[in-house]
């Protein structure tokens, strides 16, 4: 197991914890609350921005706490990347406090606060049961004012804008036990209403509620619990295994968008290897590619994905980054070269001359189109997978030197060469063509660092300039002002400076953003 138990609770809690989770099974909800000497949790892992949106809100006479992963990952003894905040303020409110806030989402409105270096806190109000709601014949959200819940016929939530005043309702309301763990800043205590601290102990992913009815709400808590289990190394526990299976299939009326966002969760961060594993094992694979049955049963093309996927989290922990079109090559590569090799065969027989390049292009484009269906791609993505398939038939030529100019001349060479590289694991055809293209594949990662080297040097160059004019503004303006100053005494206004200016003029933009007044 790869959780990490949480060390810094004190001796006797074990006992607690295990109390509160029987009487949660029991009666639905239990709150636990933990002072700051009992849970000892290294606070200034915190990130200053969101306590900074914690006290504002706070001022402001609002509720307000950590909540979900930041908390989750300060008690399993890890830095948290992101920071969501809790409160029983509206989107709206939220908005009015914040001049750098924007409201995001229609199903569920949530509000980002962001700061300058793009560090993002994210600002959710507390859930509610509103009974108002309205049922729609299919998952496309519909305005309509007077109903803030809407849903389908299936239980599927399409609208959730129901707010909450109670941080009891707002827990219920959460996906998982692990996740409804509440931290308030300013008195130090934990507050777990559904054994979330039992389950993180343990290393259990639990459901709160009925499995089926939330997976109904939501199809997409499904693959959340997936993730958690591989991103963890979690267990999911058998009350919310056991629905899965039979709600898997409504996996299908989820917005193709999200999916996309769900896979690159799920297959870009480190964990790719271990939710392969997890999302094969729960038959759930095929809900988000379109992979055939017949070479996802195919132990080669199993020990392909798997080699492909601890690759891809290698690179991840080596701090460089993984992209979605390369990670949909790797998937869908079997499937493309199968069907390559099928419609060529039968073309044998049928035509005298193929054209291969319009025959790649077609087939590839075929391939996509099928994925786009269940996780929508961005154009450029698309796009790019087709060239990265179509440069494998170039580096795979008998005769390579006749395309080098060719085939290095694509921006997606290297990550053309890398899932060539990835094959020739497989294949040992490829080893001659990989030792080939070798020193093209350093060469041009060479001249890309210091291509990039060259902007961060230009960049620093004009960073560095900017400063220097603005500082000589700044010493110019401060001139004129102390010259007016004497020449009209010391208790006589003086011309608005330039750096007053913007000062204003800044404070007058955030003021209209902040009120909704922007055009």
């Known amino acids: 197991m790869r959780y990490i138990k949480i060390s810094t609770l004190l001796p006797g809690l074990e006992d607690l914890l295990k109390k509160n989770k029987a009487l949660v099974a029991k009666t639905g909800q239990a709150k636990l609350v933990l002072s700051a000497d009992q849970h000892q949790l290294p606070t200034e892992k915190i990130s200053k921005y969101a306590i900074k949106v914690i006290k504002r809100l706070k001022q402001a006479g609002f509720k307000a706490y950590l909540v979900g992963g930041g908390v989750r990952d300060l008690l399993l003894g890890k830095t948290p990347k992101d920071f969501d905040v809790s409160t ?7 908005r009015r406090l914040f001049s750098n806030a924007r409201i995001i989402g229609r199903r569920f409105k949530i509000v980002h606060i962001v ?54 309702d707002d827990a219920r309301r959460r996906d998982f036990t692990i996740n409804a763990i509440y931290l308030d800043i300013q008195t130090g205590e934990l507050i777990d209403m559904h054994g979330g ?32 289990s591989a991103k963890l190394g979690f267990k999911i526990s058998k009350r919310t295994l056991d629905k899965i299976a ?33 999302l094969t094992a729960l038959g759930l694979f095929s809900h988000l590619f379109t ?16 080699h492909a996927f601890a690759s891809t989290d290698q690179r991840f922990h080596e701090g460089k980054c993984n992209k979605p079109h390369f990670l949909y090559a790797i998937v869908l590569w079997n499937e493309f070269i199968w069907d390559f090799y099928e419609m060529r065969d039968d073309l044998m027989f049928s035509a005298n001359n193929i054209n291969y390049k319009s025959l790649i292009s077609f087939l590839a484009a075929q391939v996509v189109i099928e994925q786009y269906r269940l996780t929508a791609m961005p154009e ?37 060469f890398d899932l060539f590289k990835l094959r020739s694991h497989f294949d040992k055809n490829l080893v001659s063509r990989v030792e080939f293209w070798q020193p093209y594949y350093d060469q041009c990662k060479a001249d890309a660092e210091r291509r990039r080297r060259n902007y961060d040097e230009n960049r620093a160059a004009r960073d560095e300039r900017r400063g220097r004019r603005n500082r000589r503004d700044r010493d110019r303006d401060e001139v004129r002002a102390s010259r007016d100053h004497d020449e009209r005494g010391s208790n006589v206004n003086f011309d608005e400076t330039a750096a007053d200016k913007r000062n204003r003029m800044s404070k007058a ?11």
């Not at 395309?403 to 290095?408: A, P, S």
């Open 291 to 306: 992979l055939s049955d017949m070479l996802l049963k195919s132990s080669t093309c199993r020990d392909f994905l798997n």
């Open 246 to 278: 039979p709600c898997a299939d409504l996996l299908q009326s989820v917005a193709p968008a999200r999916m996309y966002d769900e896979v690159n969760k799920m297959f870009l961060t480190g964990h790719a290897q271990a939710s392969f594993k997890v």
């Open 509 to 519: 933009r955030n003021w209209r953003k902040a009120m909704n007044l922007e055009p």
């Open 380 to 416: 450029q993505i698309i796009r790019s997978i087709a060239l990265l398939w179509r440069l494998q038939f170039l580096l795979e030529s008998k005769e390579p030197e006749k395309y080098v100019n060719e085939t290095i001349s694509y921006q997606g060479f290297r990550a053309a």
């Open 197 to 228: 601290l039992y389950d993180l102990t343990h290393g259990v992913i639990d459901i709160i509620g009925d499995p089926e009815t939330r997976y109904r709400e939501d199809p997409v808590r499904i693959l959340r619990a997936a993730r958690f």
């Open 115 to 168: 700061y300058s270096n793009n560090d993002i806190i994210e600002v959710t109000t507390f859930r509610g049961g509103n009974p108002s709601q309205l049922q729609v014949e299919s998952a496309i959200p519909r305005e309509g004012k007077r109903f803030e819940v809407q849903v389908t016929s299936q239980g599927m939530l399409v609208r959730d804008n129901s707010y909450g005043k109670r941080l009891e």
């Open 88 to 94: 029983n303020a509206t989107p709206e409110q939220v």
